[in-house]
């Protein structure tokens, strides 16, 4: 599994998105030394997990979800997460 799936397998489980983008930007940042081999991300996702939630709190859950890989696979994360109401708004 690559690491695109990785991610998106996991924030399904744990979130359960109705929409989920995850866009690989790695090929930006080639040759960054501090990322030791992982991956540059933007992820934004739609769920209803974060109704009432503030941003850092939905931050949070992605990050926590993630944390694993953000150990190994995951050097940098750009999240946008929104509920669907906020989602349908734009």
Known sequence: MNRVEAIRS????????????????SHKHAGHAS???????????????????????RHRLVYAALDDLMHSEI???SIKA????????Q
């Open 35 to 57: 990322a030791g081999g992982a991956g540059h991300f933007t992820v934004r996702v739609v769920s209803p997990v974060f109704a009432g939630k503030s941003l850092i709190e």
């Open 75 to 77: 050097h940098a994360l």
């Open 82 to 89: 929104e509920t669907p109401e906020e989602s349908k708004n």
């Open 10 to 25: 996991v924030l399904n489980s744990t979130l359960e998105p109705e929409q989920l983008e995850i866009i690989d930007d």
